[in-house]
């Protein structure tokens, strides 16, 4: 069986509802997937419904931001009740700096002299089937940006990119996911740890912090990071995952690339947490 366990909806920046991500999921012939959008639980219970009409397992997921010594993270937790009190608060406050991050944004643009009206910005709705966040399409709307490339290679930096928001240290995210009932799984090592590369000492701190498993497979890693993310889950007793990262076409990752069978994850406690 195929399975992706890192896909996006429009619940966070993908470009797909839970009812479009089902119908390419299984036009793609994967029989497991994941929902796991960015710090939102919104669309985890419409993607199992949807799931369990079309006859697909799934696995509830939430992928939350979180920092440690300075490096921004992503923690994907599976098998998680998106209704948990406390999941749900840590959620919503990532949101808030999410959207702070956005307005901030703008704010430093306007100083520069780019014709932004915050109060405009306050009331545009964007719409979501166009992936990304609203302060991107509202800058593409604006002629200020051409498309997500633009915006990262002109926009997002320096002097326009805010500092990095305090989000929680993974300890933090680890002891909501558990709270939550879920397994917490250190997404995509080496997008994270780009800079400082995937070793052995670039990752104890992550095990220290209660992390459960690594995305060995993921669109970002060369053959060599996916042996070193297996390697280290062997020897550290860790889950093994992966998924395409996929954002409906937004950002450009493809649907159950890299391919990835049932037999190559190990899911361990996890297994119990899919819904058929
Ligand atoms: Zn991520
Ligand atoms: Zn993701």
Redesign the pocket.
């Known amino acids: 069986m195929r399975a992706d366990l ?1 896909i996006h909806t429009t619940a966070s920046d993908g470009r797909w509802t839970p009812q479009e991500v089902v119908e390419r999921v299984r036009a793609a012939g994967i029989g497991l997937f994941a929902v796991a959008d ?1 710090d939102a639980v919104d669309h985890v219970h419409p993607a199992a419904r949807e799931a369990r009409r079309a006859g697909l397992a799934f696995l509830p997921a939430v ?1 939350v931001s979180a920092r440690l010594n300075g490096t921004g993270v ?1 923690i994907l937790a599976y098998g998680i009740d998106p209704d948990h009190p406390d999941l749900r608060r840590l959620v919503e406050t990532n949101r808030a700096l999410l959207d702070w991050v956005n307005e901030e944004t703008l704010r430093r643009l306007a100083r520069a002299g780019y014709p932004i009206d915050l109060e405009a910005y306050a009331a545009y709705q964007h719409d979501p089937s166009r992936g990304g966040w609203k302060a991107l399409n509202y800058l593409i709307d604006l002629g200020i940006c051409r498309d997500v490339r633009d915006f990262f290679d002109r926009i997002y930096v320096d002097p326009y990119r805010p500092p990095d928001p305090p989000f929680p240290h993974p300890e933090e995210v680890v002891a909501v996911v558990r709270a939550a009932g879920g397994v917490p799984v250190l ?2 090592p080496g ?2 740890l780009r800079k400082q590369g995937v070793t052995p000492e670039t990752l104890t701190p992550f095990l220290e912090s209660g992390i459960a498993g690594l995305e060995c497979y993921s669109p970002y890693h060369d053959p060599q990071t996916i042996q070193a993310c297996l390697a280290f889950c062997a020897r550290c007793d860790l889950l093994v995952t992966g998924g395409s ?1 996929c954002h409906g076409g937004f950002a450009g990752r493809q649907l159950g690339i890299p391919p990835v069978r049932l037999e190559d994850l190990r899911l361990g406690p996890l297994t119990e947490c899919i819904l058929r």
Do not use: F, G
């Open positions: 890192h960015h992928e992503h997404a995509h997008m994270s990262d």
